[in-house]
C-alpha cells in the first residue's frame, strides 16, 4: 500500500485546511485509514479513524473541529480542518492499517500562525 498526504500549509488561527491521503497498491482489506500528528518535541498522536465500515472517531482534543471523511472511488481519505489553533500545528502522516500491519503516508506540514 501507498499512500501519498497533500494539503497542508500555513493558516490563519481560526482557519480552515482540508488534508487528502490518496491510497494505491494493495488496498483491499484495509481495515482502517488513520490521520496522525506528531508536533516538534512530541509524541506523535491519533487524530481521528475511519473503518472500513464508515466509522469515524477522533481525539478529544480534534473533536468537533477536524472530519475524516473518504471518496472510495478516488481512494482518497479527507481531514477536513475547521477553526484551527496554535496547537494544531504539527506534520500530519496518514495511516493504513489491516490487522497488525501498518502503512504510512509521508507527512504534510501544518503550521497555524497567530
Known amino acids: 500500500v501507498q499512500l501519498q498526504a497533500s494539503g497542508g500549509g500555513l493558516v490563519q488561527a481560526g482557519g480552515t485546511l482540508r488534508l487528502s491521503c490518496a491510497a494505491s497498491g494493495s488496498i483491499n482489506s484495509i481495515n482502517s485509514m488513520n490521520w496522525f500528528r506528531q508536533a516538534p518535541g512530541k509524541q506523535r498522536e491519533l487524530v481521528g479513524t475511519?473503518?472500513?465500515?464508515?466509522?469515524?472517531s477522533y481525539a478529544d482534543s480534534v473533536k468537533g473541529r477536524f472530519t475524516i471523511s473518504r471518496d472510495n472511488a478516488k481512494n482518497t481519505v479527507y481531514l477536513q480542518m475547521n477553526s484551527l489553533k496554535l496547537e494544531d500545528t504539527a506534520v500530519y502522516y496518514c495511516n493504513a492499517r489491516r490487522g497488525l500491519v501498518s502503512w504510512w503516508g509521508q507527512g504534510t506540514q501544518v503550521t497555524v500562525s497567530s
Open positions: 475511519i473503518t472500513i465500515g464508515g466509522s469515524t
